[in-house]
């Protein structure tokens, strides 16, 4: 094994977080350039309301550059670092919020899939679209559901019970399987 | 518990945790090898999903994260201030090291003090340990070592405690929910010149499994090496130096 800082294959995201982690302010401008429009968009989905995730996508790049010497290219890219932390970022102010607000019961499985109007609209062409949406016909409708409600809608495994009105022990392995067939789905023709 | 451990990772990786099984998942992540590669894996395919719902910011975003970036410190110094243990992974695959003491344990109450007291002090002291060092808890794949602070502070903890025939007495304090236990004694006599004292964990079957030799302290806190999980009790035995296989002479034992 050679070169043990360096990320493997061609990562500018992985770049990025080690020139930040050296000090270099300018690399957070590239990160950010990079990055922005994933870590909003999946902020917003999880939290549909444009100033809250706005707010948080703020938080987010700032504790990326507090946390970037934690990030270890050989553990993962540079991306699913930055959206490891965006999404527990926006999961845990969802949840605060929610805790303050009777959920939203118009929140429904149909709406999930749709967002908000304009985010539909704004929706970057992303290569990898096409890939995750066939990965994720691949699974069975309740895994699909699960795996949604918990993962865009932030959702506790108890809440996705009660959502979708079957036993937790049902949730927690569709949601497991549900997972485990969309990485294999994804795995082998992954990123390099 | 039905719930193996290592099944929570996609739940873990997908956020859908409640705190306390996170805070659970993430103690039995820093003991698990397996369940890190898992980890690693699951979150490049949710990174994918993740990236299908990119939108554009609004265009006031990119100043107001780099003007507040410039506010800070580089980060390596402000990595320097947190605890080390989320910042240091080891190179191999094997778990960081899980010996650490909290340096409470150093700043425990005079000898004098009854047993609940000091108990008490401990749990508390115990307790501030972990208040600050959560903070830094969660940064990705860096996971942090269970202490002998988090056993004690574990919600499902539980506890017992012996007295030794030859004076003092040892606690054992063991969580189901992070599968490991401390040994606390206190007043006991030291181990004889040439000889040591073991810690064993005893087991609803099987033999006991030794849980690591002990200092050469009449008050010490532990953290028992192995799987305590449903463990039945501890005890602590003389052996010769190194250590047994076996426990030979049992000075003391703690039922739970
Ligand atoms: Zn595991």
Redesign the pocket.
Known sequence: MEAVDEPRGSDPVGHALLACAAGEQSAMATLYDLTAAKVYGLALRVLRNPALAEEVAQEIFVEAWQRCAGYAPDRGSGLAWLLTITHRRAVDRVRSVQASTVRDSAYGLEDAAAGQPDVAEQAVASVEAGRVRKALHGLSHLQRQAVELAFLDGLTHAEVADELRVPLGTVKSRIRDGVTRLKAALGGDGHD | MTD???DQ?AGYAMDALTPDERAAFEA??A??A??RD?LDGLRETLADWGSDFAVEPPETLRAAVLDAVAQLPAPSAQAAKEPPITDTRPATDDPPATDTQPATVTALPARDRSGWERWRVLVAAALAVVAVIGISVWQPWAPRAITAADVLAAPDAVRATSSAPGGGSATLVRSNSLGRAVLITQGMAPAQAGTVHQAWLMHPSGGPTSAGLMADAPDQTMLLEGDARDATGAGISVEPPGGSTEPTTVIIEIGL
């Open positions: 193996d451990l290592h990772v039995h992540l003991q698990c397996d369940c898992e």
